[in-house]
């Protein structure tokens, strides 16, 4: 049973909020953390971040202004108790379910949400465009980013405050430090010393200073700025913040409500303020144990007990492709010494947690710097060493113009396991590897690859180590495998080359990825129905296997290829050499099958493939369009 949360109660919008006296926030931010809980104790989702925010949610929403004051969550899986927060408790235990709440911040969801994200790193570049459009706008209102210490690293973060500091736009941007210990120690001192240096006093004594300053001569001037920043930097910190153009404020404690609120204050209160950094040092998993317990402090989660914190997992019917992944690249760097793993803070994610402990001076986590991966692996593979580059499909767009400009355009022998590929569930368009097909096919030197099943990811895998003559790439989905029988070693496939997985003389199946399953069932269907159908597994996306596609073509009516990716992947690969061919001109039917050109919603996956049409019945239903009143004419039971 949930907690009683009185006062939350009295709070279902951040107005009826700030109505609240101070002493009593403390109240709330406790019973907003229980209902956060016990929220994604049904639902799953990410719980840490969220947690680690509390105190800073109801401090943002209590001090500023909210709307009309935009706060921007960086990545925004911290969003839960923000969203109970803003008018959507009634609807939170909906989170990541089909139809209900995203598990991330979107525009179309709330006013509270003034920037969509799910990616990291863009909220400092996003509120700088806010708060620009402000000030042209004649505005007052307020803008503040919150970004979390890893997402901080990334190179457009420091992207945007160095443009910020330039234009001198009043933006507030609160680092929420909660685990890299870049901060001292925080306590009352430091609190203390973060509340005076917020003050409008502190700051109107420093602006009579830069007055005094400027009268004296240049060399002084510039002396007297280096001893007070510096100063203000050996106490407190925050030294390449200032150097950006930012007043830096902290560290403080991102916990402590009577901290929290009167810094916030004074920063909301200063009329012409340059851009400000609060360095806010929080505990991820803050107030539940076993997230407090846990090593990555209970950063994603299943349904879960409250009571112990244990989650609720299905039966494994088949080892997850991660691991597949992750223990195939073990096997061959046990044999080769030249390779090496690359992944841009995703270790646990991509399965190179279970790398690095076997093999720690190989592994790199080069931190949420996707386009550093790529380059930096670029550099390993110019002196002769065999980086994989193991970084979510979605993500690796982040990447693409080094991959383009520093790996393709070099040739570069550069390995790309590209995990969640495809639809992905409760994390919706943000995160689903949806064009990745498109975004590789295209460029010249690549070698595309993508596993029907976990025994061809083995494959891939070893196929992967063996070239050497460019780039290549191999893709596969969140989740369990098919179940099928693991090979004790991979082989090496030939490139380019698929294989037939049934025979037939009528309609050819030709499907890339694991889809292939469903091409086999709809192939069941149509031979019930009179039509002998044969599915081939493509295996590369790039280079197509010609031979076959050509064998395919000549030897059916109907031919439909089966991706799960966007238009403008393999399909367009397969039309392109239909068409120089001339294989279109004997009456083939070709009907490429792809995911729908729109972000698919958040839901479950079987019903995500449903909606795309990309199952069995689907494809059935493709070929009976295809050929049309000949469908009816051979069915047995027309």
């Known amino acids: 049973m949930a907690t009683k949360t009185p006062l939350l109660d009295q709070c279902p919008t951040p107005e009826r909020l700030r109505a609240l006296r101070p002493e009593q926030l403390r109240q709330v931010a406790d019973e907003l953390r229980s209902e956060t809980i016990d929220a994604v104790s049904v639902t799953g989702g990410h719980l840490g971040a969220g947690l680690g925010v509390v105190e800073l949610t109801v401090a943002l929403h209590y001090v500023f202004d909210t ?6 969550w960086d990545v925004g899986h911290q969003a839960y108790p923000h969203k109970i927060l803003t008018g959507r408790r009634d609807r939170i235990r909906t989170l990541r379910q089909g139809g209900g709440l995203s598990g991330f911040t979107r525009r179309s969801e709330s006013a509270y949400d003034p920037f969509g994200a799910a990616h990291s790193s863009t909220s400092i570049s996003a509120g700088l465009g806010m708060a620009v459009a402000r000030d042209l706008a004649g505005g007052n209102n307020h803008v503040i980013a919150v970004i979390g210490d890893g997402s901080i690293s990334a190179g457009m973060a420091y992207e945007a405050m160095n443009n910020a500091g330039a234009l001198g736009s009043r933006l507030v941007v609160i680092l929420n430090d909660n685990d890299m210990s870049i901060a001292p120690p925080v306590g009352a001192v430091s609190g203390y010393l973060a509340k005076l240096v917020s003050s409008s006093q502190y700051r109107n004594l420093r602006d009579i200073g830069r007055q005094v300053a400027e009268h004296l001569p240049r060399p002084l001037q510039n002396a007297a700025r280096r001893v007070e920043e510096y100063a203000r930097g050996m106490v407190m910190g925050g030294t390449l913040f200032e150097e950006l153009g930012f007043y830096y404020v902290g560290p403080i404690d991102g916990h402590d409500l009577d901290q929290l609120v009167p810094i916030l204050e004074n920063i909301r209160d200063e009329p012409n303020g340059r851009p400000v950094l609060i360095h806010a040092v929080t505990q991820k998993g803050k107030g539940y144990a076993p997230a407090e317990a846990s090593a990555d402090k209970l950063h994603a989660v299943g349904r879960f007990d409250v009571v112990t914190g244990a989650q609720a997992k299905a039966k494994a019917n088949a080892p997850t492709y991660t691991r597949v992944f992750a223990d195939a690249l073990m096997k061959e760097a046990k044999a080769d010494d030249k390779v090496v793993a690359i992944t841009a803070a995703m270790p646990s994610g991509t399965g190179l947690d279970l790398f690095g402990q076997a093999f720690p001076t190989r592994t790199f986590d080069v931190g949420i710097a996707e386009q550093h991966a790529v380059t930096f692996a670029a550099g390993m593979a110019t002196e002769g060493y065999k980086p994989f ?18 790996v393709s355009i070099q040739n570069l022998p550069v390995r790309f396991a590209m995990d969640r590929a495809g639809l992905v569930g409760a994390d919706g368009a943000t995160h689903a590897g949806a064009f990745d097909l498109a975004y590789l096919c295209c460029l010249p030197n690549m070698v595309v690859m993508a596993a029907a099943d976990e025994a061809e990811l083995v494959h891939m895998v070893a196929t992967s180590v063996a070239y050497d003559a460019g780039p290549i790439a191999l893709r596969y989905p969140r989740g369990e495998g098919v179940g099928v029988e693991m090979p004790e070693k991979g082989e090496v496939l030939p490139i380019g080359k698929g294989r037939i997985v049934r025979e037939g003389n009528t309609v050819a199946i030709l499907s890339l990825g694991t889809r ?9 269907d149509l031979a019930a129905r009179g039509l002998s159908t044969t599915v081939a597994d493509a295996r590369f996306a790039k280079p197509i296997d010609r031979e076959l596609v050509r064998r395919l073509a000549v030897g059916h009516e109907v031919l439909v290829t089966i991706e799960e990716g966007s238009v403008g992947g393999f399909g367009a690969q397969v039309m392109q050499f239909l068409a120089e061919e001339g294989l279109f001109d004997s009456g083939l039917k070709f009907r490429p099958m792809v995911l729908p050109d729109r972000y698919q919603e958040h839901d479950n996956p079987a019903k995500q493939y449903d909606e795309a049409g990309l199952n069995a019945n689907g494809i059935v239903d493709t070929v009976l369009k295809a050929l049309g009143s000949q469908a009816a004419a051979r069915t047995p039971n027309a």
């Not at 709307?67 to 921007?72: E, F, K, L, M, S």
């Not at 580059?389 to 520093?406: E, M, N, P």
């Not at 292939?516 to 069941?524: D, T």
């Open 516 to 524: 292939l399953g469903e091409a086999c069932k709809a192939a069941e």
């Open 67 to 72: 709307p009309a004051d935009r706060i921007i």
């Open 389 to 406: 580059v193991a970084i979510y499909s979605t993500f690796l767009q982040r990447g693409y113009d080094q991959l383009v400009h520093d």
